[in-house]
């Protein structure tokens, strides 16, 4: 079973240029409390390495390209974001890792809770724990 669950995103552009637009409980699963945005990571930097007891998120490359590793703690499958017309939805108990970051890369994140520490799990060997069936 792939942990690789990539949304269409509706491509609204015409010939003035691009447009995505994103609905709650409609185009994802969830309702968005919380929006962030990673950029300028530079290439040789990793990110992530932390899954979440609760939080899903839907995860768009608006710009650029990075390499999203994910760990259900059974298996491990990775994707390369490259265009902001799919999403990449990360369901809880998901560890996650961002490597390969372009030069240009923006990550939009879309998050289902507002930020909560406590909801993040930042050690591996824990996040295994949790995740055994």
């Known amino acids: 079973m792939s942990l690789i669950n990539l949304v269409d995103l509706p491509d609204l552009g015409d010939d003035r240029g691009g447009l995505v637009s994103i609905e709650a409980n409609k185009h994802i699963p969830f309702a968005v409390k919380r929006v962030y945005y990673i950029f300028k990571t530079h290439e040789d930097v990793a990110r992530g390495f932390h899954a979440h007891k609760e939080l899903k998120q839907l995860v768009i490359c608006v710009s650029g390209s ?3 590793v994910m ?3 059974i298996s491990k ?3 390369i974001l490259n265009t ?3 999403g990449l939805l990360i369901d809880s108990l998901v560890w996650r890792e961002m490597h390969d970051f372009s030069e240009d890369c ?3 994140v879309l998050a289902s809770e507002y930020y909560d520490e406590s909801d993040y799990i930042r050690n591996y060997d824990e996040f295994l724990k949790k995740a055994e069936p």
Do not use: F
Request: proline share 7%; net charge neutral.
């Open 66 to 68: 990075c390499k999203m």
């Open 71 to 73: 760990d259900n703690g």
């Open 77 to 79: 499958d990775d994707v």
């Open 84 to 86: 902001p017309k799919k």
């Open 106 to 108: 923006v990550l939009l």
